[in-house]
């Protein structure tokens, strides 16, 4: 079975009609100084995913005002059947 784990961050938040925000995310990357040891979660997932985009509308009112620009999120892809 195909899967796959992404890791993405927000890149902009923008209100869709009364309930729905429009959200645009994309790859995640290092874009501070490397620790010590030289290890980065972000750029080991920018190694195997260097370039991605997503948007999406989410018209839950539920959701509404969850998301922020910057924050990062885990993008888990399991084939459907």
Do not use: H
Not at 10 to 22: L, M, N, R, T, Y
Not at 36 to 61: H, I, K, Y
Not at 68 to 79: M, N, R
Request: aromatic share 12%.
């Amino acid at each position: 079975m195909a899967r796959m784990r992404a890791k993405m961050k927000i890149a902009s938040v923008e209100p869709f009609g009364e309930d729905g925000e429009q959200l645009t995310f994309g790859a995640v990357c290092k874009t501070e100084p490397f620790g010590e040891d030289g290890v980065d979660e972000n750029n080991s997932f920018a190694r195997w995913t260097p370039s991605a985009s997503l948007e999406m509308t989410v018209n839950n009112p539920d959701l509404k005002g969850q998301f922020a620009v910057g924050d990062e999120y885990y993008l888990d892809f399991t084939k459907a059947d």
